[in-house]
């Protein structure tokens, strides 16, 4: 297994556009994050997975913010009509459900909307 | 308070040099803590859990203050390749996301 595996791992958009990220979590792992991180700040949750199951969105999330994982696997990350303060670096991870297990990211895609 | 609080640094420490940097919590119900490294432009890693009883891998030493609410990461006989930025993690109650920390800038100079 490779890890996490996102795509595209960079995304220059205008505002107002549609952008559709991917991620492809560690395959032992049934749980799936999703996180959004700017320059000088930690990563922030937007929302998280557990198999098929969206089991927590953060109040962050917009409604232009869209997040699926159709068969428990892949998941993906939709943002419409994109604004400049979407520019950021929008991290996935993986893990085993339960405590103790930490997470693993991806390589991140970083979003630019001109 | 903040859920996740770190000094954000830098911290500029000689090599050999050993350093600690503290992370406190403001939910008691936590369960989860762990400490990440991230490297410019890259993703965070995960470097090591923290668990009760404290824990030791090579120069990374981990603490947990429960009553004080606070993690702690020990780094002793600090290599250039340390430098980075270290971010603490914790989740809100058992099976929670994690809740991230900005994150302590450590600069290890030659």
């Known amino acids: 297994d490779t890890g996490v595996s996102q795509d595209p791992r960079h995304k220059i958009t205008k505002r107002g556009q549609n952008v559709t990220f991917r991620c492809d979590p560690i395959?032992?792992?049934?749980?799936l994050y999703w996180y959004r991180q700017t320059l000088g700040q930690g990563p922030e949750f937007l929302t998280y997975?557990?198999?098929?199951?969206?089991?927590?969105k953060s109040r962050l999330l917009s409604d232009r913010f869209s997040a699926e994982r159709p068969k428990g696997s892949f998941s993906t990350l939709e943002i419409q009509r994109t604004e400049q303060g979407d520019s950021a670096m929008y991290l996935c991870?993986?893990?085993?459900?339960?405590?103790?297990?930490?997470?693993?990211f991806g390589s991140g895609t970083r979003l630019t909307v001109v | 308070r903040k859920e996740v609080e770190q000094d954000p640094g830098p911290f500029n420490v000689p090599e050999g040099a050993t350093v600690a940097f503290n992370c406190t919590y403001s939910?008691?119900?936590?369960?989860?803590f762990f400490w990440y490294r991230q490297d410019c432009r890259k993703e965070p890693k995960l470097l090591m859990s923290?668990?009760?009883s404290g824990n030791e891998d090579g120069r990374f030493t981990a603490q947990l203050n429960r009553a004080s609410q606070y993690i702690s990461l020990l780094i002793r006989d600090s290599k250039l390749s340390d430098s980075a930025t270290y971010l603490c993690?914790?989740?809100?109650?058992?099976?929670?996301?994690?809740?991230f920390g900005k994150g302590t800038r450590l600069s290890v100079i030659a």
């Open positions: 991870a993986s893990s085993f459900p339960g405590v103790g297990y930490g997470y693993t």
């Open positions: 395959s032992e792992h049934n749980r």
């Open positions: 997975f557990q198999n098929e199951a969206q089991l927590e």
């Open positions: 939910n008691s119900a936590s369960q989860s």
């Open positions: 923290v668990y009760s």
């Open positions: 993690a914790v989740n809100k109650r058992a099976n929670t996301p994690l809740v």
